[in-house]
């Protein structure tokens, strides 16, 4: 776990998902605070990390046991927290306690992920232990690809930023996403991809899609981001949800938010959905918030706010004003839109919510969420109570596919199965130059959505 972190706020709009979640550890780490947030007692992930700050304070202190007793406490707190379990296990073999540490890995092992224990320093007093191997073991086979998802068709020589897609069943067209060019492709039915939005600087980077059909509307999420085409410096920490024209592509409106006097971060939008009532729901991934626009409204206006947020990155909209946000730290959170109020979804034990990247909710009100970080990436089919309140069952139903090496967001497709993009391209734009990158293959995965034995 890196104690540094990079202040109060998640990281910034823009910067490249592969600087965002660092390879091999979760984004946990980037969200350490070093002082200054003000949250609330109940937040239990803003607790667990003040804990794990202060472990790592006492760590450079030389004080153990007090380090050990800050990541015990954050592990009891948020046992899903897979970087805090592995942090705890190093704790344990530095104050002399083999066998919990072996117990902590096995934690670990147990939440499906994987990480090189027998490679890390930390752990070489335990290399010679039976059940340490045994671990290492369990590790190594969490990593065995599970599922019988493929690779439903490519997108050939793309050299931008495929984010986000959506599929418009009138057509059979599938529409993408692309940050770096600013504009959106359509893929029709034969396979021919065009340029269906964006010709010139009119949109954003654009990260996300949704389609209303009844408002013949394609609307368009995303923001100024160092990744895409012509990107300035004075831009960044702007974010846009703009209205696209569903038959021709030509720009409606576009309605932007902007940091506003005195605010610290920047803002992101990274997903939306469209709601019951025709109206826009917009997560904030920088700016920690939902946004709403009303059916006729000229422009947004905050739907929630929480110290429950840290990185809204999914969303999924259910019926009854509801909303369940996938927070990259936090893991789920339910919405009641109508109050605003915010609750976190409890995982089964034995499960991690944390790292989700896409969210998706079925007809009958499952959700599907894609999960990347942390190894294996995974796609999840995640089933809650009528009032959506309790996870009732979960269900791994991909895991470690080589086209699944960088999920990024999602939607249903054709008869109801589950399309996503495998691997968006992220750590291709990491300069944040604005520059398109090397032609490269895009692969869109498909999977059944109802899981084994349904």
């Known amino acids: 776990m890196d104690p540094a972190g990079r202040g109060t706020r998640a990281p910034k709009a823009g910067s490249g998902r592969g600087t965002w979640v660092r390879r091999g550890a ?14 609330g007692a109940e937040a239990t992930a803003l607790q667990a990390l003040q804990w794990v700050r202060e472990s790592a304070a006492a760590a450079e202190a030389g004080d153990a046991a007090g380090r050990l007793a800050k990541l015990e406490a954050a ?9 805090v379990l592995l942090d705890l296990a190093e704790a344990q073999v530095a104050a002399d306690q083999p066998e919990a540490a072996v117990a902590t890995l096995r934690r670990f092992a147990g939440l499906g992920r994987y990480a090189p224990i027998e490679q890390t320093a930390g752990f070489a007093a335990l290399r010679a232990r039976a059940d340490f191997k045994d671990v290492v073991r369990s590790l190594a086979g969490n990593l065995h690809p599970r599922g019988d998802g493929k690779i439903a068709f490519t997108l050939r020589d793309v050299t931008g930023l495929i984010a986000g897609l959506a599929w418009r069943e009138k057509t059979g067209e599938f529409y ?3 940050g770096q060019a600013r504009c959106v492709w359509a893929r029709n039915q ?9 010709e010139g600087d009119e949109l954003p980077g654009v990260l996300a899609l949704a389609i209303d059909e009844a408002g013949g509307t394609m609307w368009a999420a995303g923001g100024a981001i160092p990744a895409m085409r012509g990107f300035a410096a004075g831009q960044e920490g702007t974010a846009a949800l703009v209205e696209l024209d569903l038959e021709t592509g030509a720009v409606r409106r576009t309605i932007g938010v902007e940091r506003e006097a005195g605010e610290e971060g920047p803002h992101g939008f990274h ?4 709601a019951e009532d025709g109206g826009v729901i917009v997560a904030d991934r920088e700016g920690r918030r939902l946004w709403r626009l009303a059916p006729g409204a000229a422009g947004l206006a905050v739907a929630a706010e929480s110290d429950e947020f840290f990185a809204p990155h ?9 909303a369940v946000v996938a927070d990259q730290v936090n893991g789920l959170l339910r919405v009641d839109l109508r109050r605003g109020t915010v609750a976190r979804l409890e995982p089964p034990a034995g499960a991690t919510f944390v790292d ?10 499952a959700l599907l969420a894609a999960q990347s970080g942390l190894r294996p990436n995974r796609l999840w089919r995640i089933e809650l109570d009528p009032a959506a309140e309790v996870v009732t069952r979960v269900v791994v139903l991909e895991s470690g596919h080589l086209a699944m090496s960088a999920p990024a967001l999602g ?10 993009i495998g691997n968006a391209g992220w750590s291709r734009f990491d300069l944040g130059d604005g520059q398109p990158s090397a032609p490269r293959p895009v692969p869109i995965f498909r999977t059944k959505p109802d899981g084994p034995g349904r």
């Open 411 to 420: 939607c249903l497709g054709p008869e109801g199965d589950f399309y996503l």
């Open 271 to 274: 997903t939306l959905a469209i």
């Open 356 to 365: 989700f990247t896409c969210l998706v909710a079925t007809p009958e009100g």
């Open 190 to 198: 034969d396979g021919v991809l065009r340029r269906f939005a964006g």
């Open 176 to 178: 993408f996403a692309d």
């Open 314 to 322: 999914g969303l999924a909209l259910l019926p009854g004003e509801l």
């Open 75 to 83: 592990a009891e707190l948020r046992p899903d927290f897979p970087q």
């Open 26 to 39: 979760t984004f946990l780490g980037l969200v350490l605070v070093g002082g200054g947030w003000a949250g």
